[in-house]
């Protein structure tokens, strides 16, 4: 299967947008429905890995060795760094303990002892979670014969969320993985599964799609409403939705910028924020203005991501002839 550039693109977008929302963050702006990037990084990632699974029949084990192998050098090398700022003192308000950061390498949820929220050491890494765990899931699920697959890993994540309705805990694995935010990793399956059979649609409904999706987020935007991923999941969906009927219909060209900065997503995520800070402090010293400084913030996170992904990741990755399947906030291209 071919680049599928309308993913490409918005990995890419979702990607700017989680960089513009820590930039706005930082320098006293607001652009909170940035976050909403991780949102579609989820749908995205149910989407692929559905259908790479179908496309290209793989183990239980040569499945999560290769999530490993594409997700774990980075995040673990970007936690060393934040590991050894804190213990230099780099980072004033960080508190350090062996079983935070223990858990923060291996993707156990642990409450920060900084802030007190169920973030790791490098605090973007949250949605690496959320994607380690549907990761173990879906391993879990090569198992069965495939006509199972689908309604065991939907059911199994309808059943957790149903659980979070009426289960009171403050276990931070009942926490996090009772969300809703699971769902959108099902919703992505069930689009995969629609993409394989054909099913897209028409190009007049997918417009439509897409529209509703960006007005959703420009209203949510604009008028600083509080959301969650009950609001942001669904206009994600629709985005998704929408950029693959224009995929079908041929409306998607071939774009060198978008499709490297979809490459470079999982780099820009990771290593962002140590730019974004750096620039914010420096705008602030500087007495830039606060617009202007978030603008350059952006620009500083994205560029660190870029050399990211061109002085570590690619060379790591290109070490393997056979590159492993890759989707979500810690892929490549969607082929």
Known sequence: MGTIHAIQYLRALSALAVVAFH???????????????????????????WVISARRPVTPYKFISGRIRRIVPVY????????????AGLFPNMLLTAEHVVASLLFIPERSPSSGEVWPVLVQGWT?????????????????????????V?????????????????????????????????????MGAFWLEGRVPPLAVGLGLIAC?????ALIGAFHLPFDERSTGPLAVLLVLGALSLEA????????????????????????????????????????HAKV????????????GVAG???????????????????GLAGNTAE
């Open 76 to 87: 673990w090398l970007a936690t060393a760094i934040m590991v050894a700022g804190g213990l």
């Open 23 to 49: 930039a706005a963050d930082k320098t006293g702006q607001h652009f909170a429905i940035g976050a909403a990037g991780v949102d579609v990084f989820f749908v995205i990632s149910g989407f692929i890995m």
């Open 249 to 288: 219909h041929g409306w998607v060209p071939r774009m060198r910028l978008p499709n490297f900065l979809g490459d470079a997503s999982y780099s820009i995520y990771i290593w962002h924020t140590f730019a974004i800070s750096v620039a914010a402090k420096a705008g602030a010293l500087l007495g830039i």
């Open 128 to 152: 690496l979670n959320y994607e380690m765990f549907f990761y173990a899931v879906f391993a879990v699920s090569l198992l069965l014969p495939r006509p199972w697959r689908f309604s065991v």
């Open 213 to 217: 999706s960006i007005g959703g987020f």
């Open 309 to 327: 992904y061109l002085f570590l990741e690619r060379p790591f990755l290109q070490r393997d002839r056979t590159p492993p399947p890759t989707a």
């Open 154 to 190: 939907s059911g199994f994540f309808l059943l957790l969320v149903t659980a979070g309705l009426f289960v009171t805990s403050e276990n931070t694995l009942v926490l996090t993985y009772t969300r809703p935010l699971v769902l959108e990793f099902v919703a992505g399956m069930i």
């Open 293 to 304: 400084s978030m603008i350059v913030a952006t620009i500083s996170g994205t560029l660190i």
